[in-house]
């Protein structure tokens, strides 16, 4: 019997689908999100048998690494991962090659098609081949052009390219990046990867909707006030500085993360359960979406930078003292907007979207609130009764809360609020898979359902261009403010709402 | 869904032509077209029961080979009016016997192989060869062939093509000539499966004939007697060839629920002190219960230690690692309606117990209707504490259930079912020898 952990009767009941054989190319094979997050990935599919048997991991990057080195170093960085399954990782870095690539250097580029032949009859992979461009944002066009040219992506059928976010800086560099990619490869090949949809919860806002009667004939203006939208992290910038510095709040989480979140509660429902048909969804809403206010843009964002926090024991740096960054730098790395959706279901309703370093809490949920009653009945045993609101857990604790009005015991008849809970752990009581799990089976089985397409990744450019502009041009009417770390961001944030009469939740 | 039509008519032409046909005809065909990448169906579609009504003139024609709502209903009414047991199969020979003394000779429009639900055709086999027995014993073998490039909603620009063969005649004329016949038309490449669309107690001799060539198998174990059903399971299985079962298939809601109710971690103790288990059928045919019990005590670990035939119930004994002994029973329900699959599980009770205060033990029931979940409650169950949830039959056709299994299948038989039928199999050969 499995151990108590696992529910014994659900052990083999879930048909997964099947990865066809292939290779998975990895570029930027000796960077931080390879031995992050790619190979414990493929190593958690691995385990959960879902790699077929004839496949093949081929890292690339410019160290002058070999086959036994990239195993060597995989293995040092995942020993905790793989300490509990040493006999599987044997097998498993079998499929570990590796191949020295400069993806400018056409020679090199010809040098590993021949190589991935080879690696190609060894490995019975078929031909099919899934490139993954984990490289500086700077080398996806020059990467594609490369592949194109070695003849690597010539078959739709038989390869795909993943590219990494951020695609685009902005609305005209996102379009001109998609330009040069499809003139590379025909659409249906290209994944462009946002692991906020691969998370669980983030697809249960889907089933959530769609799977139930309920919610969808109040899930609009009639009956919602008002939707906010938060991810935070207690992390500062760590190690990142030099990709942050020129990124920023907006362009790390806002414009791709909490954009896909809205996407995903705002839109539509689709026809079928396809993937064109719910990128088609996706990319309208995301069209209809626009900023509260485009001819002033500074009166629907709030910008903030952490300062210094913490206590004597555990002091935390601020922003400007962080290794790596500018100490007059004025990147953001707090931001809140205000949106509207310019369509039948959303107008008027306001969509509060927040993301910062160094929160309280890491988290990320999603709350519907949803309007007042139209007459008080009762007292309420706090000041007013407190609207209904439907709290979507994307992480932690994962799970949906719902809160309402009861009596109060006693006497008298005033109404307070309770709240009803879903948790996956108690419900479930198994973990789910991370992210990059999902995405990457997802991506090898040619499935784009969780990625996003051209269309969607411009028009979320587009949504915020009237910031960027002004970042750009005329950045003293967008200031940043300081706020403390440990807080949830400058005062000012708060405002953005309480004009509204409205306040940010307190997770 | 609605069965589809062929668009083309079906050409006849002598078996001995059919493979030059087939590739003249792809070779012929324009450059945006080519044959679809899949696989190959071989379908055994007697249609007994069909071809006998036809001939009875209790439906009209054609022969379809789809069973229908109105065959279902027509079957059911004859079961009562000819006072069958009400456990009788529509496809059981006690049925097909009272049809067959007021069948007609009359020349029947046939057009079994043509008609195919198009949950099968969305999935673009690459060749569907249909094997259609006549109830003539004196028909001569036919061969028919057609090709159909069904139209996608995709954006795929190219269609995918395949080919459909109806090989027509007595079975006789079938046995000795069909099997060369698939074999000159079989795609090395592409995985072939035989789906017996019938009882298997149906021309054995044919089956074993075409078994040997075939790698990948889809059979009915809720259609023939119940030792021959496990006999051709097992027979798949020592040949390491890949069964799939539409029995087993039926019973994915049971699993899925039962296991449903052990998610909370906080019930995960409730299955370390199972004591009994009752599992109610629709009739007597006792294979899909053999096969939940021999999947719940392959995922607890439970070891058989005895079974036993009683009057009208089959009563097994497990015993758990510590030693503690599990009593399960597999009762026959009379029911007043026949059922379209013999032996479906109805009802299943789950008892565990942790301690002599009843309120701290625990009863799970799960019943395809409130009715049976009420009959599981008696007995002082309520005293438990009672954990219930329905579980609805819901009917669905053996060609949406075939395009299930052939759209998730990974080309082996599931481990899940493996196990299983191995403990079935040994349940069962403790009880009848």
């Known amino acids: 019997m499995q151990p108590s952990l696992s529910n014994p009767l659900r052990i083999g009941l879930r048909q997964e689908r099947v990865i066809s054989p292939q290779s998975l190319i990895i570029f930027g094979a000796s960077g931080d999100l390879t031995h992050r997050k790619l190979i414990p990935a493929l190593f958690e599919l691995f385990l959960q048998r879902r790699l077929p048997s004839e496949f093949a991991i081929i890292g690339c990057a410019r160290r002058p690494w070999t086959d036994d080195v990239f195993k060597e170093k995989m293995k040092s960085k995942l020993s905790d991962k793989i300490s509990d399954n040493p006999k599987e990782w044997e097998i498993f870095s079998n499929y570990l090659f590796y191949e020295p690539v400069d993806l400018q250097e056409r020679k090199q580029v010809k040098k590993l098609a021949s190589r991935l032949s080879l690696i190609d009859k060894k490995q019975a992979t078929h031909g099919n081949k899934t490139f993954y461009l984990s490289v500086s944002p700077n080398y996806y066009a020059s990467g594609c052009k490369a592949l194109k040219e070695a003849g690597l992506i010539d078959d739709p059928k038989k390869s795909r390219i993943v590219i990494e976010k951020p695609f685009g800086r902005d609305y005209s560099s996102a379009r001109k990046l998609n330009k040069i990619v499809q003139s590379c490869a025909d659409e249906s090949q290209i994944f462009r990867i946002d692991h906020y949809l691969g998370k669980e919860t983030v697809q249960n806002i889907l089933v959530l909707r769609f799977a139930n009667t309920i919610f969808e004939p109040i899930w609009n203006r009639n009956y919602i006030s008002n939707i906010q939208i938060t991810s935070s992290e207690t992390v500062g910038v760590e190690d990142r500085a030099g990709y942050y510095e020129s990124s920023g709040a907006l362009r790390d989480m806002l414009q791709n993360h909490l954009t896909q979140m809205l996407a995903v509660t705002a839109m539509e429902p689709p026809g079928k359960f396809d993937p064109e048909a719910i990128r088609n969804e996706k990319a309208k809403v995301l069209q209809a979406a626009k900023l509260a206010d485009e001819i002033n843009p500074w009166q629907c964002c709030v910008r903030g930078q952490y300062g210094k926090g913490g206590d004597i024991t555990s002091p935390l740096n601020g922003y400007r003292d962080e290794n790596g960054v500018n100490p007059n730098s004025t990147t953001e790395t707090y931001i809140a907007a205000k949106v509207f959706i310019d369509n039948w279901r959303w107008q008027g309703v306001p969509f509060y979207l927040r993301t910062g370093k160094r929160l309280p809490k890491r988290l990320g949920e999603i709350v519907l609130t949803f309007k007042d009653v139209p007459v008080h009945l009762f007292e309420s045993t706090i000041i007013n009764p407190a609207p209904n609101q439907l709290i979507l857990r994307i992480q932690p604790n994962e799970g949906a809360t719902f809160k309402f009005e009861v009596k109060s015991p006693g006497s008298g008849m005033r109404s307070r609020p309770v709240q009803m809970d879903f948790s996956y752990d108690e419900s479930f009581g198994e973990p789910s898979d991370e992210g990059y799990v999902r995405l990457l089976a997802d991506s090898m089985l040619g499935d784009p359902t969780l990625f996003t397409r051209n269309d969607e990744v411009e028009a979320a450019w587009k949504l915020y261009t009237p910031l960027i502009e002004l970042m750009e041009n005329t950045p003293w009417k967008l200031p940043t403010y300081k706020y403390e770390s440990g807080t949830w961001g400058p005062p000012e944030a708060d405002q953005l709402l309480s004009r509204d009469n409205i306040f940010w939740r307190r997770p | ?433």
């Open chain 2, 1 to 433: 869904m609605k069965p589809q039509l062929t668009l083309q008519t079906p050409l006849e032409l002598p078996p001995e032509e059919i493979s030059n046909y087939l590739k003249q005809l792809w070779i012929s065909e324009n450059e945006y077209t080519s044959g679809a990448n899949t696989f190959s169906l071989i379908v055994w579609q007697p249609a007994w029961l069909e071809q006998l009504l036809v001939r009875n003139k209790l439906i009209n024609g054609p022969i379809t080979g789809n069973l229908s709502q109105e065959i279902i209903g027509i079957a059911k009414k004859l079961i009562l009016e000819n006072k069958l047991p009400l456990s009788t199969s529509l496809n059981s020979q006690e049925l097909i016997k009272v049809l067959h003394k007021t069948a007609s000779d009359d020349k029947v429009e046939d057009l079994r192989g043509q008609f195919f639900e198009s949950s099968i055709s969305t999935l673009n086999p690459r060749r569907l060869i249909t094997l259609a027995p006549t109830y003539d014993k004196r028909t001569k073998l036919q061969t028919f062939v057609s090709a159909y490039c069904p139209l996608g909603d995709s954006s795929i620009n190219q269609p995918i093509c395949g080919d459909l063969i109806v090989i027509r005649g007595d079975a006789e004329s079938i046995s000795s000539k069909g099997s060369d016949i698939i074999e000159n038309l079989s795609m090395d490449d592409l995985p072939t499966w035989l789906w017996w669309n019938s009882s298997l107690d149906d021309s054995p001799s044919i089956f074993d004939k075409f078994s040997k060539n075939a790698r990948r198998f889809i059979i009915d174990t809720a259609n023939g007697q119940e030792k021959r059903c496990l006999d051709v399971l097992m027979k798949i299985l020592n040949s390491k060839k890949t069964v799939n079962d539409l029995n087993w298939v039926r019973l994915k809601s049971w699993r899925e629920s039962v296991a449903m109710i052990f998610d909370p971690p906080s019930r995960r103790e409730i299955l370390n002190h199972i004591s009994e288990v009752d599992i109610d059928i629709a009739g007597n045919h006792i294979i899909q219960a053999l096969f939940l019990i021999a999947w719940i005590s392959d995922k607890l670990d439970w070891e058989i230690l005895s079974s036993e035939k009683k009057s009208d119930f089959v009563e097994i004994e497990f015993s758990r690692k510590n030693g503690e002994k599990i009593k399960a029973i597999i009762n026959s329900i009379p029911l007043g309606n026949t059922s379209i699959y013999p032996g479906q599980v109805i009802g299943l009770r789950l008892i565990s117990k942790i301690s002599e205060d009843p309120k701290k033990n625990t009863c799970i029931i799960l019943g395809a209707e409130s009715a049976e979940c009420m009959r599981l409650e008696a007995g002082g169950m309520a005293n438990m504490h009672l954990i219930e949830s329905v579980v609805p039959n819901y009917y669905s056709s053996s060609e949406s259930n075939v395009s299930k299994l052939l759209a998730s299948s990974r080309g082996n038989t599931s481990p899940l079912f493996e196990n299983s039928i191995h403990i079935s199999s040994k349940i069962f050969n403790t009880i009848y020898g």
